[in-house]
C-alpha cells in the first residue's frame, strides 16, 4: 500500500470556520488555538487516533480474512464522546462497540482506558 493510498484512508481532523469580513485570518486564529492546544497535545489526539485504527485492524483482521463476503466493518471509536464519561462508562461504551469482536478486546479496552488518562479535550469551533 503506497503512503498516499494509506494517509487518504487514516482520519482527518480540520479546523475551519467560516471567514466573515472584519474578522482575523484563519492563519491567527490557528495560531491562537496552537497556543492555546498545544502541538503535544494535538500530537498526543492524533497518535491515539492512529494507534486506536492500528488495534482496530489487528482485532479484526482475522475476522475479515474468514467472512470476506459478510465481514462487519471495523468500528467507529470516537474519542470526544469517551472523554465526556465517566471511566466506568467509556469501559462499557467500549465493550459495546466491540461486541462483534471474535477475539479478546479486554487488553485493548484497558490499554486505550489508560492512554485516554490525562488527553485533553480539543474544542471545537461553532
Known amino acids: 500500500m503506497s503512503m498516499a493510498s494509506k494517509s487518504r484512508d487514516l482520519p482527518r481532523v480540520t479546523f475551519q470556520a467560516p471567514e466573515k469580513p472584519g474578522e482575523e485570518s484563519s492563519h491567527k486564529k490557528l495560531g491562537k488555538l496552537t497556543v492555546k492546544y498545544n502541538r503535544k497535545d494535538l500530537q498526543r489526539w492524533l497518535d491515539l487516533e492512529e494507534w486506536i485504527d492500528a488495534q482496530l485492524q489487528e482485532l ?46 479486554e487488553d485493548f479496552i484497558t490499554e486505550l482506558l489508560s492512554r485516554l488518562q490525562g488527553l485533553r479535550k480539543i474544542p471545537q469551533r461553532k
Do not use: G
Open 60 to 105: 479484526y483482521q482475522y475476522q475479515l480474512q474468514e467472512k470476506a463476503d459478510t465481514a462487519t466493518p471495523e468500528p467507529e471509536i470516537d474519542i470526544e464522546d469517551l472523554l465526556e464519561v465517566s471511566n466506568e462508562e467509556q469501559k462499557s461504551k467500549l465493550q459495546e462497540i466491540l461486541h462483534e469482536c471474535s477475539r479478546p478486546t
